[in-house]
């Protein structure tokens, strides 16, 4: 099920622009009210240059999945994420995303063998400089 060819492929760069009613909703909707991710006052008062997004934040930048578009989406399965600052996401970021297709294996599943594909995010500033990497593994049943 593995075509070890994949592993290596890249997105092209995507565009994110952060905003301040989008880092507010999500802080809402995951029920975290810290005043840092709501009021820009605060934030500022913290050395911020504006509200700060939530660590998990970036799951909401939509990316392609490099080297998977043949799989069945009713068949995969989000297994975990982690993130890594190098700095806070902060209000009125433009960050440039790339994904990477890093590594794949397999599995033996109760019902059939599963394969685990391991994909990775950096977001960039528009200088250059990296602000976070994400690593994400899908499940294929």
Same mark, same amino acid.
């Given at each position: 099920m593995i075509d070890p060819t994949v592993i290596g492929?890249?997105?092209e760069t995507c565009d994110f622009e952060v905003e301040k009613g989008a880092i507010r909703a999500f802080a809402s909707a995951i =029920? #975290? #009210?810290n005043p840092i991710y709501f009021d820009e006052s605060y934030a500022q008062a913290l050395g911020y240059v504006s509200i700060v997004a939530p660590p998990t934040f970036p799951a909401t930048f939509r990316m392609p999945k490099p080297g998977l #578009?043949?799989?069945e989406l009713r068949r995969t399965l989000h297994g975990e994420q982690e993130f890594i600052y190098e700095r806070p996401i902060v209000a009125g970021d433009h960050l440039r995303c790339v994904s990477t297709l890093v590594d794949s294996y %397999?599995? %033996? =599943?109760?019902?059939?063998k599963m394969v685990f594909f391991i994909l990775e995010t950096?977001?960039?500033d528009l200088q250059g400089n990296l602000v976070y990497t994400s690593k994400t593994t899908i499940i294929y049943r």
């Open positions: 492929s890249k997105t =029920g #975290d #009210d #578009d043949h799989l %397999e599995r %033996e =599943g109760k019902q059939r950096r977001g960039e």
